[in-house]
């Protein structure tokens, strides 16, 4: 019978295995200076390398010729356990060795002393399933155990093991595993099988893997036992029954476009002999992607230069606020889908609601909702120029549509009047009018943006801050020596700025060599832009409609 690929590439030693060099370090200088522990618990996610940890150290303590802390792999002893054929070493699952009598037996047996090696190890899997009466059974020997006894216990849900247990042992956490790893062995094991696969074939399998090597290699045994030379990603699409990926863009380019109809059709098309699971999660893969690029954080997306151009495309369509919204709603559906019947229907339901993404029952949703309607309509009014707002006011047709029929004569006569009136006006009074405006200009140019901010951002530690905060509207230092920094909205990216305040403040102590505070808000907050905002647009519609015809309330 043929091995299992995740058996046959299983790590040797130490250095073989990836991505947890904070524990094989450890390790390591362990077998180095004979420090050995009697007691060892190993935990993390499943496929993160515990197991094959367990089987090396308990080689490299037993290795007659160690190499750098891990086992040479060639001496007697080392050759008898990779064989299989002591008794010295015992593995067990404890999910079917877990009740009281299993626990005694084991103990009546841990006091014999090794019959060809140096010590005796027990690699104990799945420990947290072992019974509290187990666990009870199992702490007299690991309170006193013999000197030539070793215990290695793995488990993925560490939170089960007693307390009394966990004291008595040497904790050591397993990460999940970066996709860099896991895509580095799979590019090595094909090579060694003398098998071609594309790189986005290797990028979806890593990615379906959540971190786990184990996953990712029997997924790459299942394609490989296609018999293939060349891997390609329609392979895994028609084998793993794994989701189109461009059929996955024009599912969300209808939902961002609010066709419903054609929303469900390519539904219909996407979740055809797929599994629904595996669609929710590629739709929250998907939305997760172009939070990214919608803050220019494409690096952290895991795809191809081609479809990362197409999130990029995407993404220019939708808003901020709708793809957060929408991850939220995929995470919601994600907990119904556990329980639900019909993921059908719940999948049809799921792109309905992806097409409404408001939440009417939280107000900050439709806060949400109406700021990006205001920014729509803030976009179509600045592309308006002010002659063409001046010249649609004083269309008659225009007015009847908002004047009051008993008011109509008078505001013709007034426009007839102001259009009078700026033909005969003299240059001296549109020279004054011209400084005017100037002055209005200026009275939001004293909270320009401060000197220094560039090499504020500059000094910022990590791309995410860097991004968000430059979201920010305004950024000036006012009479008070403070930083202010606005935003139009209290979003995500404010949010993440104001918990990295104190950074902010460091940094800006630093590059101003003088004491400023740092105070994060929203526009609306901060009065003074506020009330600029409000005498500049009340002269506006004065100038358009005429001071007479304005009435403020």
């Not at 269309?395 to 005969?424: G, Q, Y």
Request: aromatic letters at 6%; glycine letters at 4%; proline letters at 2%.
């Amino acid at each position: 019978m043929r091995k299992a690929i995740y058996r046959e590439y299983r790590p040797k030693t130490f250095d073989e295995v990836l991505g947890q060099s904070q524990v094989t370090e450890v390790l390591k200088n362990q077998v180095k200076n004979n420090l050995i522990g009697h007691a060892y618990i190993f935990s993390g996610t499943r496929g993160t390398g515990k197991t094959s940890c367990a089987k090396i150290f308990a080689r490299a303590i037993n290795c007659l010729n160690p190499k750098d802390g891990s086992p040479c792999n060639e001496c007697e002893n080392c050759e008898t356990i990779l064989s299989e054929e002591t008794f010295d070493i015992v593995e067990m699952d404890a999910a079917s060795n877990r009740r009281i009598e299993d626990i005694r037996d084991l103990r009546d047996k841990v006091i014999y002393p090794p019959a060809n090696l140096k010590y005796k190890v027990y690699i104990i899997d799945e420990a947290h399933m072992i019974t509290n009466e187990g666990f009870n059974a199992l702490l007299k020997i690991m309170e006193e155990p013999p000197k030539h006894l070793v215990f290695i216990l793995a488990t993925t849900e560490i939170e089960k093991i007693p307390q009394t247990i966990l004291s008595r042992c040497q904790r050591y956490e397993f990460k999940r595993l970066d996709t860099e790893f896991i895509k580095e062995n799979i590019l090595n094991i094909t090579k060694d099988l003398n098998i071609e696969i594309e790189s986005e074939a290797v990028n979806i399998i890593a990615n379906e893997a959540d971190g786990a090597m184990r996953d990712a290699l029997s997924t790459l045994d299942q394609v490989i036992s296609l018999g293939k030379v060349k891997i390609t990603v329609k392979d895994l699409e028609e084998d793993l029954g794994l989701v189109d990926k461009d059929k996955l863009f024009t599912l969300v380019d209808a939902i961002i476009s609010k066709d419903f109809d054609k929303t469900l059709e390519r539904f219909e098309e996407v979740s055809s002999g797929k599994v629904i699971a595996n669609i929710f999660k590629d739709l929250s893969l998907h939305y997760r992607n172009l939070l990214l690029v919608k803050n220019k954080l494409e690096n952290y997306v895991e795809a191809s230069s081609v479809y990362i151009e197409k999130y990029k495309e995407q993404a220019k369509l939708i808003g901020l606020n709708q793809i957060v919204e929408s991850i939220d709603i995929l995470m919601e559906f994600e907990v119904k889908l556990k329980t639900t019947e019909n993921p059908v229907i719940l999948g049809e339901l799921l792109v309905t609601r992806l097409i409404d993404y408001v939440n009417y029952n939280s107000f900050k949703s439709k806060i949400n909702f109406l700021e990006d309607k205001v920014k729509e309509l803030e976009k179509k009014i600045s592309n308006l120029k002010v002659e063409d707002l001046q010249k649609i006011s004083k269309e008659p047709e225009n007015k009847k549509a908002t004047i009051k029929e008993d008011s109509k004569k008078e505001v013709e006569k007034t426009l007839e009047e102001k259009e009078k009136r700026s033909e005969d006006k003299p240059l001296k009074e549109a020279e004054t009018s011209q400084e005017e405006a100037v002055e209005e200009k200026e009275g939001l140019d004293k909270y320009k943006e401060t000197e220094y901010w560039e090499e504020i951002v500059g000094k910022l530690p990590t791309p995410i801050l860097k991004g968000f905060i430059k979201k920010s509207t305004y950024r000036f230092i006012d009479d008070k020596k403070r930083l202010v920094i606005l935003f139009r909205t209290e979003d995500t990216s404010m949010k993440l700025v104001c918990s990295n305040i104190g950074i902010i403040k460091n940094i800006v102590k630093e590059v101003i060599d003088e004491e400023h505070d740092v105070y994060i808000t929203v526009e609306s907050n901060y009065n003074e832009i506020n009330q600029s905002r409000k005498e500049q647009n009340l002269k506006l519609i004065q100038d358009l409609f005429g001071e007479e015809n304005i009435e403020i309330i």
